[in-house]
């Protein structure tokens, strides 16, 4: 397990490096450099090396690695409890430098990515992670003044973070949207809507892949799309599947907290970041249907 998740932490590292230079060209890097005899011509292909461009405010959108910047987003958010884990229980002074520097990159990916999803999945990790380490230091670190220093602080780090959002307009708009985001919100407004009735028509589902082409909502360009991952898996595989997906998914965060708040063992402070990621994939899927990262 260690090794996998170091292994994901180098890849998000190889991935902020990525954004920093995308960032700077305002395109993908690979964009016009790509053999003749490996070029196709595909609009989706062409859409990906053209780039995105917030609308409404001409802000570029840096996607590294991935065919939107919502995923490459998804994946720092993912991956930051384990990087500020790691920071906390390692010794080693040239390891948390580079774990500090790769914890910047992965800020500084999500926000040029303008993507709002990615910002919820910071403030996840950092208002949830705090309160089970100060839980757990309560439990086996007796007469440790820390653990319950922490716990009883808690409720100012939420209340503090609330005050930053009202005081500061871009932090409000970066978290929780404005005006440009008006028109993502209308759109994911409407598919419930009219997804909400297909599920009651049909809840056994209509076959894996099918829940975006029967919901047929479609973008201006006339491109077809699906935001919410709880609409494709409710459309693909009816309310069974639904329960038992995200069933699943929320027994693994169940055990994952609990095993981290009453094993002593060393191996199960791994579970506090692995159940803070799954939070935080919960809460993402339900403004993004894309499965990238889905096998991560």
């Given at each position: 397990?260690?090794?996998?998740?170091?292994?994901?932490?180098?890849?998000?590292?190889?991935?902020?490096?990525?954004?920093?230079?995308?960032?700077?060209?305002?395109?993908?890097?690979?964009?016009?450099?790509?053999?003749?005899?490996?070029?196709?011509s595909?609009?989706?292909?062409?859409?990906?090396?053209?780039?995105?461009?917030?609308?409404?405010?001409?802000?570029?959108?840096?996607?590294?690695?991935?065919?939107?910047?919502?995923?490459?987003?998804?994946?720092?958010?993912?991956?930051?409890?384990?990087?500020?884990?790691?920071?906390?229980?390692?010794?080693?002074?040239?390891?948390?430098?580079?774990?500090?520097?790769?914890?910047?990159?992965?800020?500084?990916?999500?926000?040029?990515?303008?993507?709002?999803?990615?910002?919820?999945?910071?403030?996840?990790?950092?208002?949830?992670?705090?309160l089970?380490?100060?839980?757990?230091?309560?439990?086996?670190?007796?007469?440790?003044m820390?653990?319950?220093l922490?716990?009883?602080?808690?409720?100012?780090l939420?209340?503090?973070?609330?005050?930053a959002?009202?005081?500061?307009?871009?932090?409000?708009?970066?978290?929780?949207?404005?005006?440009?985001?008006?028109?993502?919100?209308?759109?994911?407004?409407?598919?419930?809507?009219?997804?909400?009735?297909?599920?009651?028509?049909?809840?056994?589902?209509?076959?894996?892949?099918?829940?975006?082409?029967?919901?047929?909502?479609?973008?201006?360009?006339?491109?077809?799309?699906?935001?919410?991952?709880?609409?494709?898996?409710?459309?693909?595989?009816?309310?069974?599947?639904?329960?038992?997906?995200?069933?699943?998914?929320?027994?693994?965060?169940?055990?994952?907290?609990?095993?981290?708040?009453?094993?002593?063992?060393?191996?199960?402070?791994?579970?506090?970041?692995?159940?803070?990621?799954?939070?935080?994939?919960?809460?993402?899927?339900?403004?993004?249907?894309?499965?990238?990262?889905?096998?991560?």
């Amino acid at each position: 397990t260690d090794m996998l998740l170091k292994s994901f932490m180098c890849a998000a590292a190889i991935l902020c490096v990525i954004a920093l230079w995308e960032y700077r060209i305002q395109r993908v890097p690979w964009a016009g450099h790509i053999p003749s005899f490996l070029q196709i011509s595909d609009p989706l292909v062409e859409k990906i090396l053209s780039g995105t461009i917030r609308l409404g405010v001409g802000f570029y959108r840096v996607q590294t690695t991935y065919t939107t910047s919502l995923s490459s987003a998804e994946y720092m958010a993912l991956i930051m409890p384990f990087i500020m884990h790691y920071f906390f229980i390692d010794r080693r002074f040239w390891r948390r430098v580079l774990l500090l520097v790769l914890y910047v990159g992965c800020i500084f990916t999500i926000v040029v990515s303008r993507s709002r999803l990615g910002m919820i999945g910071l403030g996840l990790a950092h208002l949830t992670y705090p309160l089970l380490v100060g839980i757990r230091r309560q439990t086996f670190l007796k007469n440790d003044m820390i653990g319950a220093l922490m716990v009883a602080l808690y409720p100012a780090l939420p209340a503090a973070f609330m005050g930053a959002l009202l005081a500061s307009h871009r932090l409000y708009v970066m978290f929780l949207g404005g005006g440009q985001h008006q028109s993502s919100n209308d759109a994911r407004e409407t598919m419930f809507q009219n997804g909400i009735p297909l599920i009651l028509k049909n809840p056994w589902g209509f076959g894996a892949d099918q829940g975006a082409g029967v919901l047929n909502f479609r973008l201006p360009s006339g491109q077809l799309t699906i935001d919410s991952y709880y609409l494709s898996i409710a459309l693909d595989f009816g309310v069974l599947g639904f329960i038992a997906f995200y069933g699943m998914l929320l027994t693994a965060i169940y055990w994952a907290v609990r095993v981290y708040l009453t094993s002593n063992d060393n191996e199960a402070k791994v579970a506090a970041p692995i159940a803070i990621s799954l939070g935080a994939y919960f809460v993402i899927k339900s403004v993004l249907s894309q499965s990238q990262n889905q096998f991560v």
